[in-house]
């Protein structure tokens, strides 16, 4: 199961008129266009519809950096002209948000990395518990004798909600299945063939269990990265007002 992280992001980049304002307007533009520079990049991996967790992150951490770098750069060339120092203001804000927000959705794509192979883990303990419930089925269908209190047992088995991608009810079923889990070992199998599959089967769930709530704490996280995705565009959007605005002073 390949996640999906999509993200569209659009910073213009200033170029600066001569007059009077010509130095500030240029140290103000300069820095902008430092972290347009850096976006460049980030765009080539996440400006596609589908993109790798892994690519994300290791593209997102280095732009966090810079916006910093940018913020503070901004907020320590105070420009005199006022009108000029709002704009500048704003855009340090703009940048030092986007630092924060960058950080954490590189975060969260840190930790959807293994997605796929925690779902492989999933499909692939899904496959042997499968196995072994059929082939405990097959020696409790020849000798029925042998399996009595343990049939009583496995009738009672949690399966999973529909609502299994909901992390709360990932785990109210994980401790239904931790119970059964228990009840199940306690059944006294007087055949070693058929204990040895019980506790194979057993096993089986365990690592099921384990697998299945993994991938659902990595959707959980891919909603937050959407949400957080749309905030980070709202505030690429206040970056290109900050870059026009600079723009429309510089050129008078």
Known sequence: MATKLILVLALATSGCSGGKKAPECKALVNSMNELGAKLTVVRKVVGANEVNPTDVADSLKPFSITAKE???SLSAQVPTISSLRKVAGSAASVALTLSKQSAQMAEFADQMRDVDAASKAVDENKKRVDTLEGQIKDICEAEAAKCVDLASVLARFPAPTDQNEVAEDAAAWTRKLSGWLTELAKVNVQDQELKSRVQAFMKGWQELGVAMTRVVSMLQLGRKFEV??????????????????ANALCAR
């Open 228 to 245: 957080l995705t749309k905030d980070f565009n709202v505030q690429i959007e206040q970056a290109n007002k900050a870059i026009a605005n």
């Open 70 to 72: 940018v913020a503070d």
